[in-house]
C-alpha cells in the first residue's frame, strides 16, 4: 500500500511539474524541464503540468532595443515635467494667452525703441552729411571727425536695424510656442 501511495504521489509530483518550452539554436521548439542558460535570453514559457502556459519570460532586450526604451523613457518623463511646468505656470488658457500677450509687447516695444533710435540716428546722419556737404562747397577737405562719426551713426543704423530682424524673428518664434503651449494646455486641462 505505500509503495502504491509512494507511486501516485510521485506521478502526481511528475505531472505537476512545471515544463519549459523555449526555441533552440536550430529554430526548433523545445519542451523540457528546464531551459539551457543559452537560451534562457530568447526567451521562453512555462507551462504546468496539463500544457497550459503559467508564464511568458520575454527575450531580453539587445542593447539598441534597451537605448530606445531608455530614450522613451527620458521622452516620456521630459513631457510629463514640461506638463507639470504649464500647470504651474498657467491655471486657465486666458492666463496663458495674458503672459502671450504681455511678451509679444514687450519685444513689440524693443522694436519701437529701436525704430526710435535708427529716426534719431537718420536726423544725425543728414546734420553730418549736411556739415560735410558744406565743407566740400567751400572747397576745404571734410573734417576726418565728422567722417568717423558719419561710420559711427551708419554703423549704429545697422545694429538697430539686426535688432529689429532679430526681434522680429523672436516674435514668431514666440508665436510658435505659446501656440504649442496653448494647445497642450487645452488638452491637459479637458482631461
Known amino acids: 500500500m505505500a509503495v502504491v501511495l509512494g507511486s501516485i504521489a510521485l506521478a502526481a509530483e511528475a505531472q505537476s511539474a512545471d515544463l519549459y518550452r ?25 507551462l504546468d503540468g496539463d500544457g497550459r502556459v503559467k508564464q511568458v519570460v ?13 530614450a522613451a523613457e527620458r521622452e ?14 498657467y491655471s486657465s488658457v486666458e492666463d496663458l494667452d495674458r503672459a502671450y500677450s504681455r511678451q509679444v509687447q514687450q ?26 556737404a558744406v565743407q566740400e562747397r567751400a572747397g576745404r577737405k571734410v573734417d ?3 567722417l568717423r562719426e558719419l561710420a559711427e551713426v551708419e554703423a549704429e543704423q545697422q545694429r538697430l ?4 530682424n532679430n526681434n522680429r524673428q523672436d516674435i514668431a518664434t514666440v508665436n510658435d510656442t505659446f501656440a ?12
Not at 520575454?58 to 531608455?70: F, M, Q
Not at 516620456?76 to 504651474?88: H, I, N
Not at 504649442?180 to 482631461?191: H, I, K
Request: hydrophobic share 35%.
Open 22 to 46: 523555449y526555441v533552440n539554436d536550430k529554430g526548433v521548439t523545445v519542451l523540457d524541464r528546464s531551459v539551457p542558460p543559452q537560451h534562457v535570453s530568447r526567451g521562453y514559457e512555462v
Open 58 to 70: 520575454p527575450a531580453a532586450l539587445t542593447p539598441e532595443e534597451r537605448e530606445a526604451a531608455r
Open 76 to 89: 516620456q518623463q521630459q513631457r510629463r515635467s514640461a506638463d507639470e511646468t504649464l500647470l504651474r505656470l
Open 107 to 132: 519685444i513689440e516695444n524693443l522694436i519701437a525703441t529701436s525704430e526710435t533710435g535708427i529716426l534719431t540716428l537718420n536726423n544725425q546722419r543728414e546734420d553730418l552729411l549736411s556739415r560735410a
Open 144 to 146: 576726418p571727425q565728422i
Open 161 to 164: 536695424q539686426r535688432l529689429i
Open 180 to 191: 504649442n503651449r496653448r494647445q497642450r494646455l487645452q488638452l491637459l486641462l479637458a482631461d
